[in-house]
Nanobody
Framework: VQLQASGGGLVQAGGSLRLSCVAS????????MGWFRQAPGKEHEFVAR????????????DYADSVKGRFTCSTNNAENSVYLQMNRLKPEDTAKYYC????????????WGQGTQVTVSS
């Protein structure tokens, strides 16, 4: 599975960005799709995750406390894509954002995208 993330950029605090992750070579509803981020000098951090139900037709998302209420994770199965809508961005959201795919039952993600940089200026 290849994951291509895009949509990062430079934005002022309080602004919004929408990240996209397109998957190829696999169907996203077969994986738990996640967003992670890594800021310089910091460890990888979980941001959001899509969990599937209803045979892949329904999903629910969960979020890190630091982004809850500001970020929204969604999918488009027809486009085999997941999205991360980021609103009310803060300088501390500055990081490289990665999408990842994890097979159910596995502890770690199996596939990672190349990352897209998000920079929030104060």
């Amino acid at each position: 599975v290849q994951l291509q993330a895009s949509g990062g950029g430079l934005v002022q605090a309080g602004g919004s960005l929408r990240l996209s992750c397109v998957a190829s070579g696999g169907t996203i509803s077969n994986y738990i799709m996640g967003w992670f981020r890594q800021a310089p000098g910091k460890e990888h951090e979980f941001v959001a995750r899509i969990n599937w139900s209803g045979g892949g037709r329904l999903y629910y998302a969960d979020y890190a406390d630091s982004v809850k209420g500001r970020f929204t994770c969604s999918t488009n199965n027809a486009e085999n894509s997941v999205y991360l809508q980021m609103n009310r961005l803060k300088p501390e959201d500055t990081a490289k954002y990665y999408c990842a795919a994890r097979s159910p039952g596995r502890a770690m993600s199996d596939y990672w995208g190349q990352g897209t940089q998000v920079t929030v200026s104060s």
